[in-house]
């Protein structure tokens, strides 16, 4: 189960791949360097010592923070509009 500070993961990587795409990085591997921000935080700060445990988490964090990004793009793009 997730803690609350696992889940304040989630808007940092989300920060962090924003923070790449300002850099230059294309906005079509924002996904991939997501997860992989997820992956590396997962299982180099969340569970260092179980291995599978960090691989499953580290796809969700990353996964769910490509999620969050695009769903809040979409909802910022509808306020523009209205």
């Known amino acids: 189960m997730m803690d609350i500070s696992e889940v304040a993961l989630i808007p940092l990587?989300?920060?962090l791949t924003?923070?790449?795409k300002q850099m230059g990085l294309p906005k079509k591997y924002?996904?991939?360097?997501?997860?992989?921000?997820?992956?590396?935080?997962?299982?180099?700060?969340?569970?260092?010592q179980q291995l599978k445990t960090g691989i499953l988490?580290?796809?969700?964090?990353?996964?769910?923070?490509?999620?969050?990004?695009?769903?809040?793009?979409?909802l910022l793009r509808k306020n523009k509009t209205s």
């Open 30 to 48: 924002s996904s991939l360097v997501a997860v992989i921000f997820g992956l590396s935080i997962s299982i180099i700060y969340v569970y260092p």
């Open 57 to 74: 988490f580290g796809l969700m964090l990353g996964l769910s923070a490509s999620g969050f990004y695009s769903s809040s793009k979409v």
């Open 13 to 15: 990587i989300t920060g």
């Open 18 to 20: 924003e923070w790449m």
